[in-house]
């Protein structure tokens, strides 16, 4: 890993450089579903809105943001307050560094501290990669210690393909 990273809580001046990391998945793949890259403000109404009640965290590499996570209710009925769904993006630039472990670490510790037992992460998923979508996201959350629990068949249509979605869960 070359550079040292920094682990912080995700402020509202960060929203741009959110938005720059995410666009690429928004325009150039199927892991995430949005077909219009959100604007600035409606980024900064995001973050405001999970920093409410759950952590978004940011990674700094050399004073630049290179990936966030986030974690939000699973559902807002009172039963299902242990669990979390969360979201994790890390610029494209920048993968395969360990980035996205170490912000799991971070936002897993900061769970657990608030009681939490389940973690849940959806992924856009195909059987036969293509120029879109790979397997990626998947094998990721395995290796952090996800186990995959469900799998909803074409449930999201983007570039003119139909795409599943597996829902993968962690105890912690």
């Known amino acids: 890993m070359d550079g040292k990273l920094k682990i912080r809580d995700a402020q509202i001046e960060d929203a741009e450089r959110l938005v720059e990391i995410y666009s690429y ?95 849940l992460a959806g992924a856009a998923f195909t059987e036969t990669e293509d120029e879109y979508l790979t397997h990626d996201s998947p094998k990721f959350h395995e290796k952090m210690g996800y186990m995959r629990v469900a799998q909803f068949k074409e449930v999201g249509k983007k570039f003119d393909r139909w795409y599943d979605l597996v829902w993968q869960q962690k105890k912690i």
């Open 25 to 119: 998945y928004v325009l150039n793949t199927a892991v995430s579903f949005e077909y219009k890259v959100p604007s600035v403000e409606e980024f900064k109404d995001r973050i405001i809105k999970v920093k409410k009640k759950f952590p978004y965290l940011v990674c700094e590499k050399n004073g630049t943001i290179v990936g966030y996570v986030y974690a939000s209710a699973y559902s807002e009925r009172e039963a299902y307050s242990w669990t979390v769904s969360t979201s994790i993006y890390v610029d494209k630039d920048n993968r395969r560094q360990g980035i996205g472990s170490f912000l799991y670490a971070n936002l897993e510790e900061k769970l657990k501290h608030m009681g939490i037992k389940n973690i």
